[in-house]
């Protein structure tokens, strides 16, 4: 009895043990990987937590008489993209497309681009990603605090990408995105364009956007308000995607980078 009493206890306490160990390892990565402040701007959207604790995303984005829709395995990136005249994706190995000849867009700069812009700011908390204190942005008499995102080497189809995130200073939500655009060039880009983040949507705990503002630009500087992009029918899965999402369409061809 006396050995059943202590092998009882030892597992006990080894539970215990692997228990607190996972929490200060958590707590560590937490504290070790994101600044303060761009964990508190993860809680003020609904938290990391809540994020990650989905598999699949879907949406549509207005976009004339047919809307585009958009299918993601928020794990992996894999991605299809519906619209009227191209279905295109990414299976995880390759670039595919099926398009008519009105399709002048290029698959591998496409791919994930306004889910990125989207799923901001969680996505700000990929891998790769370097974090460095940004001036703040003015905008109507109000002083935005912000961080400048760059990312590791082979981070990515464009590494060179940055991105600039400011805040509320009271509230913590997002309230503008600066990025610049290197996929061509492959090179820095001094050109920072601008978008805004002023109406927002909760969805099952996590707050989104509803609609993306795109501004016009002087100096590098948000100027006047351009156009919209309007999102609709966003859902979230706890359960992935089928495979077969993003495989290549029986017409489709393997675009080669």
Same mark, same amino acid.
């Given at each position: 009895?006396k050995?059943l009493?202590?092998?009882?206890?030892?597992?006990?306490?080894?539970?215990?043990?692997?228990?607190q160990?996972?929490?200060?390892?958590?707590?560590?990565?937490?504290t070790r990987?994101?600044?303060? *402040?761009?964990?508190?701007?993860?809680?003020a959207?609904?938290?990391?937590?809540?994020w990650? *604790?989905h598999? *699949?995303m879907?949406y549509?984005i207005?976009?004339?008489?047919?809307?585009?829709?958009?299918?993601?395995?928020?794990?992996?990136?894999?991605?299809?993209?519906?619209?009227?005249?191209?279905?295109?994706?990414?299976?995880g190995?390759?670039?595919?497309?099926?398009?008519?000849?009105?399709?002048k867009?290029?698959?591998i700069?496409?791919?994930?681009?306004m889910?990125?812009?989207?799923?901001?700011?969680?996505?700000? *908390?990929?891998d790769?990603?370097?974090?460095?204190?940004?001036?703040?942005?003015?905008?109507?008499?109000?002083?935005?605090?912000?961080?400048?995102?760059?990312?590791?080497?082979g981070?990515?189809?464009?590494p060179?990408?940055?991105?600039?995130?400011?805040?509320?200073?009271?509230?913590?939500?997002?309230?503008?995105?600066?990025?610049?655009?290197?996929?061509?060039s492959?090179?820095?880009?001094?050109?920072?364009?601008w978008?805004?983040?002023?109406?927002w949507i909760?969805?099952?705990?996590?707050?989104?956007p509803?609609?993306?503002?795109?501004?016009?630009?002087?100096?590098?500087?948000?100027i006047?308000l351009?156009?919209?992009?309007?999102?609709?029918?966003?859902?979230?899965n706890?359960?992935?995607?089928?495979?077969?999402?993003?495989s290549?369409?029986?017409?489709?061809e393997?675009?080669?980078e």
């Amino acid at each position: 009895m006396k050995s059943l009493y202590y092998s009882i206890v030892l597992v006990v306490f080894l539970f215990a043990c692997k228990q607190q160990a996972i929490q200060v390892v958590d707590s560590t990565i937490q504290t070790r990987t994101y600044p303060e *402040a761009m964990q508190s701007i993860f809680k003020a959207h609904g938290g990391l937590a809540t994020w990650r *604790a989905h598999k *699949a995303m879907s949406y549509e984005i207005e976009k004339g008489e047919q809307n585009e829709r958009q299918f993601i395995d928020l794990h992996d990136r894999r991605e299809r993209i519906e619209a009227s005249n191209v279905t295109m994706g990414y299976d995880g190995s390759n670039f595919w497309m099926e398009a008519d000849t009105s399709y002048k867009g290029n698959p591998i700069f496409y791919k994930n681009l306004m889910f990125y812009f989207y799923a901001m700011p969680f996505v700000l *908390a990929d891998d790769g990603i370097q974090y460095h204190e940004a001036e703040p942005l003015r905008f109507d008499g109000i002083s935005y605090p912000g961080f400048r995102i760059s990312y590791g080497d082979g981070v990515g189809v464009s590494p060179e990408d940055e991105y600039f995130i400011h805040y509320n200073p009271e509230t913590y939500q997002m309230e503008w995105l600066g990025y610049t655009v290197t996929f061509y060039s492959k090179e820095k880009s001094k050109s920072i364009k601008w978008i805004r983040y002023d109406d927002w949507i909760t969805i099952q705990n996590l707050v989104l956007p509803n609609t993306l503002a795109w501004y016009t630009t002087e100096d590098n500087l948000p100027i006047e308000l351009r156009n919209r992009r309007v999102f609709k029918n966003v859902r979230l899965n706890k359960e992935p995607f089928e495979d077969s999402m993003f495989s290549k369409t029986a017409n489709a061809e393997i675009v080669i980078e």
